[in-house]
């Protein structure tokens, strides 16, 4: 696909696949193009030319609730909690994303409504277990800590049943500690039969993790392939030359 910003390319004739299953990392320097990609396999953007397909059905230019349904969930670089609801009802709102009966059927309380209702809450409380928060269901998104809220956006990416999970930066601003149970965390999100594409400045952590890896500079991809490739990648180790030194390393 080709994504402009009025005169600005964003992404130019980027074409990359995600194999059924697999962690799919999507790097590159700053600009370079990664989350402007999440933004139009979510249907936040359409493409200016190209396509998107997922599962054979082309999803470019879809409503965002249409791509959820069709089974793609995303977290965000800057955390996007409802903070005034609890982390159990913020995971209940993605699990909404997925049911079936509509208003009348809520209003009346109809038996399916109540049945999807109670599915909803065992799946939430199944994810706040997954993810180790079963002990802060009821507290509010604001008051959890900065590595809980970060894993209960993953939480609640995953309530809406998705497919495909896009992780936008999961690991910002976690400590190396928390960078490897993050790993752990996404390898098992795999292991549940979800595909991932990340994103992630964190090089250990994308080498670590990641089947394959995508590399965007300037909008082009500059290369696609094994994690132990794209470290001696003449291109990747060239545009990554002069970043900082904790995101080479
Ligand atoms: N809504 C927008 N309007 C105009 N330009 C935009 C918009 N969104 C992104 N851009 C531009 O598109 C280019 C790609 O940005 P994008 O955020 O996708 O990069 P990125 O690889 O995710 O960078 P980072 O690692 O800093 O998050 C940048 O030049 C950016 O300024």
Redesign the pocket.
């Known amino acids: 696909m080709t994504l402009k910003?009025?005169g600005?390319t964003?992404l130019d004739d980027v074409t990359f696949h995600i194999e059924e299953g697999e962690i799919l990392g999507l790097i590159?320097?700053?600009?370079?193009?990664?989350?402007?990609?999440f933004n139009a396999i979510t249907g936040i953007y359409g493409p200016t030319s190209g396509d998107i397909r997922f599962l054979g059905d082309s999803i470019a230019g879809r409503k965002r609730f249409e791509i959820t349904k069709l089974g793609i969930a995303r977290t965000f670089?800057n955390i996007r909690l409802f903070r005034q609801m609890t982390a159990l009802e913020n995971v209940l709102v993605g699990a909404d994303a997925q049911h079936s009966t509509g208003m009348a059927s809520a209003l009346f309380r109809l038996p399916k409504h109540r049945r999807e209702e109670r599915e909803g809450h065992e799946r939430a409380m199944e994810l706040l277990k997954f993810m180790g928060l079963t002990k802060r269901a009821d507290e509010l998104a604001a008051n959890l800590s900065y590595g809980d809220q970060r894993r209960l956006e993953i939480a609640r990416a995953m309530a809406t049943n998705p497919k495909l999970i896009c992780l936008d930066e999961p690991a910002a601003g976690f400590n190396p500690a928390e960078k490897v149970q993050l790993m752990d965390l996404i390898r098992r999100v795999r292991d549940q039969g979800y595909t991932v594409l990340l994103?992630e400045?964190d090089m250990k952590l994308v080498m670590g993790v990641t089947d394959r890896i995508v590399v965007?500079e300037f909008?082009k991809k500059i290369a696609d392939g094994a994690p132990a490739e794209i470290r001696d990648n003449p291109a990747v180790i060239a545009a990554y030359l002069g970043v900082d030194e904790e995101d080479a390393s």
């Open positions: 910003f009025g600005l964003a590159g320097p700053n600009g370079a193009g990664k989350t402007t990609c670089q994103i400045h965007l909008g």
